[in-house]
């Protein structure tokens, strides 16, 4: 597997491919790295199957409605998300498939009610449900801390110790 963090101010996005299929997908992109993105593709020469945001994002850009649109590629959030230009949602348990990445969908509110969490074999990306020394916050629109603990609690933390998290942008 091919995996790529990008970074910007404190977002972060994640380019995860597959080698035997060259399919990719792309996680909370920032609308200012898009180039920088498009590049790691063509380099790697993987073609963009999914665009995630793993919620609705209240602390930077996203690129998933321009990327969507240039490069045809649906854009991927959950079923409660009020985002218009969502061509794919997804709700708990939902699975994505490009190429040999098989990639579940752990609805995760609290952060805001459309969060998820994307589970793989090996690894969570967490969105803004975990970050880097901390949780995501709960004062904003949609947000819930008692839902955000339900989904740390209930569900996150109960993945297997090995799993390695990814925190969100």
Same mark, same amino acid.
């Given at each position: 597997?091919?995996?790529?963090?990008?970074?910007?101010?404190?977002?972060?996005?994640?380019?995860?491919?597959?080698?035997?299929?060259?399919?990719?997908?792309? *996680?909370?992109?920032?609308?200012?790295?898009?180039?920088?993105?498009?590049?790691?593709?063509?380099?790697?020469?993987?073609? &963009?199957?999914?665009?995630?945001?793993?919620?609705?994002? =209240?602390?930077?850009?996203? /690129?998933?409605?321009?990327?969507?649109? =240039?490069?045809?590629?649906?854009?991927?959030?959950?079923? &409660?998300?009020? /985002?218009?230009?969502?061509? &794919?949602?997804?709700?708990?348990?939902?699975?994505? *498939? =490009?190429?040999?990445?098989?990639?579940?969908?752990?609805?995760?509110?609290?952060?805001?009610?459309?969060? *998820?969490?994307?589970?793989?074999?090996?690894? *969570?990306?967490?969105?803004?449900?975990?970050?880097?020394?901390?949780?995501?916050?709960?004062?904003?629109?949609?947000?819930?801390?008692?839902?955000?603990?339900?989904?740390?609690?209930?569900?996150?933390?109960?993945?297997?110790?090995?799993?390695?998290?990814?925190?969100?942008?």
């Amino acid at each position: 597997m091919l995996f790529e963090t990008f970074a910007a101010g404190g977002c972060r996005s994640y380019l995860i491919g597959c080698e035997t299929s060259c399919a990719a997908v792309l *996680i909370d992109p920032e609308l200012s790295l898009a180039h920088h993105y498009r590049g790691y593709l063509s380099k790697h020469g993987l073609t &963009l199957r999914y665009l995630v945001d793993t919620h609705t994002h =209240a602390d930077h850009f996203s /690129a998933t409605r321009q990327l969507g649109k =240039a490069l045809d590629v649906p854009v991927v959030m959950h079923r &409660l998300s009020p /985002a218009p230009h969502a061509g &794919l949602r997804l709700d708990d348990g939902d699975m994505l *498939i =490009a190429g040999r990445l098989k990639i579940k969908a752990m609805h995760t509110p609290g952060h805001t009610r459309d969060s *998820i969490c994307l589970v793989m074999e090996d690894r *969570i990306f967490t969105g803004d449900t975990l970050l880097i020394g901390g949780t995501g916050r709960t004062d904003l629109p949609t947000g819930d801390p008692h839902d955000l603990h339900e989904s740390l609690f209930g569900k996150v933390l109960k993945l297997p110790g090995e799993t390695s998290g990814l925190p969100g942008p």
